[in-house]
Nanobody, 124 residues
Framework: QVQLAESGGGLVQAGGSLRLSCEASGRAFSSYTMGWFRQAPGQEREFVGAISRNGDITNYADSVKGRFTISRDNDKNMVSLHANSLKPEDTAAYYC?????????????????WGQGTQVTVSS
């Protein structure tokens, strides 16, 4: 079992940057693929990106490719989302999620463990 807690959200102007962090507690963090999702009001939860267990493989949604980067530090039980060149349409609650295994799944249903989310608001 792993527990997740996000931090780092906030209000930023368009073109700005934010770093979101997700700290995991529990055992065997390195056994989990980690994903980032986001959900805007009235919309479905959307895949942002994912990183493999040892961090050597990442996958991103087309909407954030080239602007967002995911990294992880297994020694610190931490995964980060570096969001650059932010746009108003990036405004959402951002969630980290854990999937036991090494599949970089795009579907939220594949992830068994979720954090509480952190709000990102991008002003135009």
């Amino acid at each position: 079992q792993v527990q997740l807690a996000e931090s780092g959200g906030g209000l930023v102007q368009a073109g700005g940057s934010l770093r979101l962090s997700c700290e995991a507690s529990g055992r065997a963090f390195s056994s989990y693929t980690m994903g980032w999702f986001r959900q805007a009001p009235g919309q479905e939860r959307e895949f942002v990106g994912a990183i493999s267990r040892n961090g050597d493989i990442t996958n991103y949604a087309d909407s954030v490719k080239g602007r967002f980067t995911i990294s992880r530090d297994n020694d610190k039980n931490m995964v980060s989302l570096h969001a650059n060149s932010l746009k108003p349409e990036d405004t959402a609650a951002y969630y980290c999620a854990a999937l036991l295994g090494n599949t970089l799944a795009l579907s939220a249903r594949a992830y068994a463990h979720w954090g509480q989310g952190t709000q990102v608001t991008v002003s135009s």
